[in-house]
Nanobody
Framework: QVQLVESGGGLVQPGGSLTLSCTASLSQSMFSIATMGWYRQAPGKQREAVANILHIGRAEYAESAKGRFTISRDNAKNTVFLQMTNLKPEDTAVYYC???????????WGQGTQVTVSS
């Protein structure tokens, strides 16, 4: 089946920066029409949307991410990125990549990558 592989997670100090990557095992044509997104789940909390980017390039962010995070995509590489700056301890969570292919009625999730913001 389709696989989404996240990378770039790790330990970072408050105020630091980190960039996450997610590569999908989709054809280039299928990836190009997919809505891609990043979600996160902190300990003891529900999974929440952080950012999404449509195939046409329009991006949307959670209020907590606005001004600090940037989502982007490289369709030639089947990859979506999440650039995170000014990280806070409350950003600590497992971050998941999601691909939503509306035309095919398919949704895929990665296994997640841990981001820990601590001094």
């Amino acid at each position: 089946q389709v696989q989404l592989v996240e990378s770039g997670g790790g330990l970072v100090q408050p105020g630091g920066s980190l960039t996450l990557s997610c590569t999908a095992s989709l054809s280039q044509s299928m990836f190009s029409i997919a809505t891609m997104g990043w979600y996160r789940q902190a300990p003891g909390k529900q999974r929440e949307a952080v950012a999404n980017i449509l195939h046409i390039g329009r991006a949307e962010y959670a209020e907590s991410a606005k001004g600090r995070f940037t989502i982007s995509r490289d369709n030639a590489k089947n990859t979506v990125f999440l650039q995170m700056t000014n990280l806070k301890p409350e950003d600590t969570a497992v971050y998941y990549c999601r691909a939503n292919i509306h035309y095919a009625g398919r949704e895929y999730w990665g296994q997640g990558t841990q981001v820990t913001v601590s001094s």
